[in-house]
C-alpha cells in the first residue's frame, strides 16, 4: 500500500517511517539537513572505483606508459565522479528515504562496483593500443540507470510541479546510454573513440544543464550539496593515504624501518592532510545558498579537482614502485608524478574559488606561483640527486603555502569577497 503522506522532510518521525511516499521535492532551504546513512553507504563504492583507477594509473605511470595512463585515467574518473553526481543531486532533491528509494540505491551501488570492476579492461586496452574495452563499465553504467530512470519516473508520476524536469532527465539519461551502448559495436581503438567520447560526454553534461530549466529545476539544498562534495573530497584524499601505505610497506620490505621510510610516511600524510585543509577553506555552501546558478560550474569543476587529488594517491603508489625496483622512471618520475596533480589541485582549487566569488585575487596569484615554485623545487632536487623520501617532503609544503597564506592574510580577502559575494542579488551573476 501506498503512503501519500508528505515526503521525509515534511514529517518529524517520517525518519522512522518506510512505507512508500510520494516522492516530491523536499524543502531546499530545510534546517539542519546533512547527509544521511544511505549516502554515506553508496559512498563507500566509490572507494573501490577510486582505488581501481589509482592502482591502474600507478601501473602504467611506473613502467613509462604516460600518455594511455592518462588517457585511460580521465575516461575512467570523469565516469566514477560523474556516477556519484547522477546520485548525489538526485537524493539532494528527492529522497524519501522509503524502501523503494533504498533498493534502487542499492542497485546503483551495484553498478558502481561492476563499473569498478571494468576499470582494469580499460586501462589494459588503451595500453596495448586495442579498441577500447569499456563493456563491463558501460554495464554498470546500464545497471545504474535503469535505476535512475525508475526514480526519475518516479518523480513525474508523483510530483505535477516537477514533472516536467524530471522527465527532461529521463529523457537525457536515455539518450546517453543509448549513445555509450551503441558505441560497444564499433569496437574503437583510442584515437577513434576519444572523439566520440567526447562528444557523448557533451550529451551527459549538457543534459542536466537543459532538464534543469524546466520549472525552476530541482529543489537540491546548497548546504547538503557541500557537505556531500566534502565527503567525496575526503574519501578521494583517501587514495593519498593508501599510496603512502603502499611506499611505506616497499620501503620497510627492502631496507626494514629507516629514515627515508618515515619520511615518505610524513610525506603523504602531511600532504593528503594539506590538500583537505585547503579544500574546506572555500564558502562553497554561503554562496551556492544565494547564487543556485552557480552550481553547474562549481559542480562541474569538482570533476578535474578530484581527478587531481586521486592522482597524487597514484603518485605516490608510483613511489612504492620504485622503491620496490619495479618502475622505469627513477625517483625524478615518481616525484613529477605526485607533484603534476598536485600543481592541477591547486589551480583547479583557485579557478572553484574564484569562479564562486566571481572575483579574481592578485594575492592567490602570488600563492599559487609560491607553489608552483615549491613544486619545482621539489623536483630539481630529486635531478640533483636528492632522496624520494626528502622530495616528497617538499613536495608535501606545497599545500602549506595556501595554509600560511589563508590563516596570514587571506581569510580577511576572503571574508571582503564573501561579503561582497553576498550582496550581490543581480539576477544570471
Known sequence: MTDTAPPANETKDAGRQHRLRRMVGRDPGEKNRGATPLELFFDLTLVVAFAQ?????????????????????????FAVCWAWINFSWFASAFDTDDWFYRVTTMVQMVGVLVLALGIPDIFESVDHGEPVDNTVAVAGYIVMRVAMLAQWIRVARQD??????????????????????????????IGAFLPLALVLIGIELIGPILAERRDGGTPWHPHHIAERYGLLVIITLGEGILGTIAA?????????????????????????FGLWWNYFIIPSADVLEHHRHRSWGWGYGHIPLLAAIAAIGAGIHVAAYVVEGEATIGVIGAVLATAIPVAIATLAYFVLYSYLVRGFDPFHLGLFAATMAVLGLAVALAAQGLSLGWSLIIVMLAPVVTIVGFESIGHRHMAAALERTLADVSPGR
Do not use: N
Not at 178 to 185: D, E, N, Q, V
Open 53 to 77: 583507477a589509482g592502482s591502474e594509473t600507478a601501473h602504467l605511470v611506473a613502467e613509462g606508459h604516460i600518455t594511455a595512463a592518462i588517457l585511460a585515467f580521465a575516461f575512467v574518473m
Open 160 to 189: 505535477p510541479a516537477h514533472a516536467r524536469v524530471a522527465l527532461g532527465y529521463a529523457i537525457t539519461i536515455t539518450v546517453s546510454q543509448l549513445g555509450w551502448t551503441g558505441a560497444l559495436f564499433f569496437d574503437l581503438r
Open 248 to 272: 611505506v610497506a616497499a620501503l620497510v620490505d627492502h631496507v626494514d624501518w629507516s629514515a627515508e621510510a618515515i619520511l615518505v610516511a610524513v610525506a603523504g600524510v602531511g600532504l593528503t
